[in-house]
């Protein structure tokens, strides 16, 4: 019997792709048929021309989500399973599962927006640090709680934490893994606004909106570029920058723009 994924989804004529982790009764922890469903639905929003923005939630009001599920009080906290694990077993599962999702997110050429609800934990701040654009609930806290548990920070954790806040604070959250608040995920740059509770839906949902009516081809070509910028010298980023220009300049939402802005009207993107 298949598992049901608690990953829902809905195509919004608008453009935007809604997706909600509805696992709340788990702390919308990600089992391995979740994360991999979740995964599936960003890679399809890439090459779905439809989909022009990505808005990710989660149910309930405590939890965006907690990781990876872990045993229950009692259980074995070392399964067997992990016991027989082959030298490079562990390496592929990560691959294959939580850096497949994580990259999922990064790949997407659409913009993605997280409405964060509640706390995120483990893989699931990394899923937070994947995202485009966040909006963080005032109640809401990151923490990476991977030293808790004696396991190395992964899902893309050192690497997305790094270009965020630098190495220096990188270590002091990784190494001490104390929960991070609101206010201070927004001073840190982890997140871009933080609100109340009740306006997490909605603000999110205004930031999808305005993304998906925006130019689609130039918000892609922006992402892919802002995504390796710390990695290029000044020579490749210019050379990226005027390949990019050049594709946009062939969009038709380039020339609605242009005209838009000679003729004083708001512009009608298509995404195209």
Do not use: Y
């Not at 922890?29 to 639905?41: G, H, I, T």
């Not at 990781?67 to 294959?96: C, F, H, T, W, Y």
Request: proline letters at 5%; a negative charge.
């Amino acid at each position: 019997m298949t598992e049901p994924t608690g990953i829902d989804i809905e195509h919004g004529e608008d453009g935007v792709l809604r997706i909600v982790i509805n696992r709340a009764d788990v702390g919308n922890s990600l089992s391995p048929n979740a994360r991999d469903a979740l995964a599936e639905a960003f890679i399809e929003a890439h090459s779905n021309p439809a989909v022009r923005a990505v808005l990710l939630g989660a149910a309930g009001s405590r939890h965006f989500c907690a990781g990876a599920g872990l045993p229950s009080k009692g259980d074995n906290p070392v399964p067997q399973a992990l016991a027989e694990k082959r030298p490079g077993d562990i390496a592929r599962m990560l691959a294959q599962g939580w850096q497949r999702l994580v990259a999922s997110v990064l790949d997407c050429d659409k913009p993605v927006v997280a409405a964060v609800n509640g706390v995120a934990v483990g893989a699931g701040a990394s899923l937070v640090l994947a995202c485009d654009l966040v909006v963080m609930s005032s109640e809401a806290k990151l923490i990476e709680a991977f030293v808790h548990r004696g396991i190395l920070p992964d899902s893309g954790a050192i690497h997305l934490l790094t270009r965020i806040v630098g190495l220096r604070k990188a270590t002091e959250l990784l190494m001490l893994g104390e929960p991070v608040d609101a206010p201070t995920c927004e001073r840190l740059g982890l997140v871009n606004t933080v609100v109340a509770p009740e306006s997490v839906a909605g603000t999110a949902e205004e930031l999808a909106g305005r993304l998906a009516a925006g130019p689609t081809v130039m918000l892609s070509l922006t992402k892919r570029l802002l995504a390796v910028s710390s990695e290029s010298s000044r020579d490749r980023a210019f050379e990226q920058e005027a390949w990019a220009a050049e594709m946009i300049s062939h969009t038709s939402d380039l020339r609605e723009g242009l005209r838009a802005f000679t003729e004083r009207r708001t512009p009608d993107f298509q995404g195209r």
